[in-house]
């Protein structure tokens, strides 16, 4: 029945969302994604966040600090009263001075919202203990970690000796600590095609959850040129064939149809107006993806950015935006929109049953399981 429910709300909200969407009627800012600061110790191939402040020094500096950013929730809490979603990545995010302070002042000032920490889990010394003292204050934060292969793979990805390894090591500590939501996402480049199922089976051993998705170029991940993130006819085909395991799944069976060319991307973008990325500079941006910013949240506040003409009009020009399939994005405007997601299951699903003992089985309902 709470499935149910939710279900039907969920319609309800994208009846007025979509009303909302078509009339430049403003949203409220419901989700943050936090990059909180481009430093890491991984040395990725297919992302090169880790170069940014090796090359510019002076950008570390420049960095937003747990106190402004504290300072920024405290001054804008009326445009985020209904913020739901946190999900604060990096870099790496234990690498970030003080989060801790951020944390504790989130759940004394925003106790209904949640946060997700995703962390690349190479260094399970400094990681644990740090997610350690985060469960004390928070016990039901998620935790997602980077799995891109197994042992070889892995580390050929990460660039890191004894990657693997020391990935499980973090994500084992983070189940004992009593972390209850942890997933394991793989970034798919074509070194790691044919361990995608490996680390699934892996994941399901685990038991977290799995996601896979493909190699992005964009901003973020400062990697323009990058040829990881760049596939051949015969490693898509690949791709397209392995992830017919999980036709369940909308995100990773929307890749595969994509990757075939027998469907587009059709949900519309909502990144920009339910959701934002405030990167580890202060810059509010729209997306993980675009190279431009609203404004800057240590010298403005929120209301005066949102309101600009500049926002505005940017806004309603993203609205035509279908430049990526990005996870994260797709995920929060699936959230304000399940108009694509019911297209998909009717017209595209070739296991809706899958997809509903997946649904059900997040909220704890065993009306499937024996069907």
Known sequence: MRALLKILVKFFQTFINRFK???DIPFDVEYINLPIT??????CVMCDIWKINKKDKEKLNSEITVPQLIEFFEKNKSRLKRLKNIGITGGEPSLKENLIELIRYLRKNYPKVRIGIQTHGLTPKKILPWISEIYEVY?????GVSLDGMRESHEKMRGISKAFERTLETIRGVQEIGVKEITCGLTITKWNIDDILNVSN???DLNCEFSAFLAEEGDYFDNSGNTTTTFT???KNKIAKILENFKYHYY??????QLLGTRKREIDCY???TSFVLDAYGELKPCLILDESFGNVKSNSLEEILVSDKTIRRQRELKKCKKCFLQCEVGTSLMADFTDLTKWFFFHCDDQLGFLKTYLKK?????FEEV
Do not use: H, W
């Open 139 to 143: 016990p039901n934060v998620g935790i």
């Open 202 to 204: 892996l994941c399901k």
């Open 233 to 235: 006819k015969e490693q």
């Open 271 to 273: 990144s920009g107006q």
């Open 252 to 257: 990773m069976d929307n890749t595969r149809l």
């Open 21 to 23: 969407y078509k009339f």
């Open 38 to 43: 481009y430093s890491c110790n991984a040395r």
């Open 363 to 367: 909220y704890n309902k065993k009306f």
